[in-house]
């Protein structure tokens, strides 16, 4: 399985910006350097709306989050939908299980999905090269509130095995306002009818566990917990902490 930290090992410049972009959601850039500290290992790092997002030294609680939920599954046959392209840490961690019979990534930003396309990050061969992985340019968040309808000569699955999303901060700590109707119990029961019976929802947090969004896992599911996932951070050069939600639909 996947291991934290920078991958692969690699040389490049000193500072170098790969892609820049007007969003949406702000000024997007992908930047690549050398970390002397780490026998000058490359770094990927993305920022958004002058921001950092997120890094390729960083990763140990987003590739848990795809083995949280696939372990969670269990062995049977399933398909996958991942919220959130990112770097590609979670989708690749969950193509990791061979049970995995297909993987749709919805990401909101053409961009992240064309890095990967064009080879700019480090996963981008391997996912883009891994017959099982489709990616979708959808706001996964619409995708919920529509059913899965995504318009006139597009189409993916409406019901998945499992769901993996990272892509806010966390439940209270929001990339655009209009998110936060899913982190409410009606809009978990939305999100649970899109999980097959027996399936798992998993979602990645910044933050603390927060009693309130366990809650409303609650109105969805039958048995939900939150995992706390402790890792040093090189970044901040202290140890940092994330959660994952994990929660089980009945049904089998």
């Known amino acids: 399985m996947l291991?934290?930290?920078i991958l692969p090992a690699e040389r490049c410049a000193m500072f170098e910006e790969l892609d820049y972009s007007r969003t949406s959601l702000g000024e997007l850039i992908l930047r690549r350097r050398t970390v002397p500290a780490m026998d000058d290992a490359c770094l990927y790092e993305v920022k958004l709306d002058g921001e950092f997002l997120m890094s390729s030294i960083v990763n140990e609680s987003e590739i848990a989050l795809g083995n949280l939920a696939m372990e969670e599954f269990g062995a049977a046959d399933c398909r996958v939908l991942v919220g959130g392209l990112?770097?590609?840490?979670?989708?690749?961690a969950v193509l990791e299980f061979e049970n995995v019979q297909s993987l749709v990534v919805a990401e909101y930003l053409p961009e992240v999905i064309g890095w990967h396309e064009r080879g700019l990050v480090p996963l981008g061969d391997e996912l883009t090269g891994d017959g099982r992985c489709q990616f979708v340019h959808a706001d996964f968040f619409s995708l919920v509130d529509t059913g899965f309808n995504m318009g006139p000569g597009a189409s993916v699955p409406?019901?998945?095995d499992v769901i993996v999303v990272d892509i806010d901060?966390?439940?209270r700590?929001?990339?655009?306002?209009h998110h936060a109707a899913f982190y409410d119990p009606a809009g978990v029961q939305r999100l649970a009818g899109h999980v097959a019976p027996g399936g798992v929802f998993a979602l990645w947090s910044a933050d603390a566990p927060d009693k309130a969004f366990l809650a409303a896992l609650g109105a969805g599911f039958e048995s939900v917990?939150?995992?706390s996932i402790e890792f040093f951070n090189p970044v901040v050069d202290s140890a940092d902490t994330n959660t994952i939600y994990i929660a089980r639909r009945g049904g089998i």
């Open 86 to 92: 990112g770097l590609g840490y979670t989708a690749a």
């Open 158 to 160: 409406s019901i998945y």
């Open 173 to 177: 700590f929001l990339l655009e306002p």
């Open 225 to 227: 917990r939150a995992e």
């Open 3 to 5: 291991g934290g930290g």
């Open 169 to 171: 901060h966390s439940p």
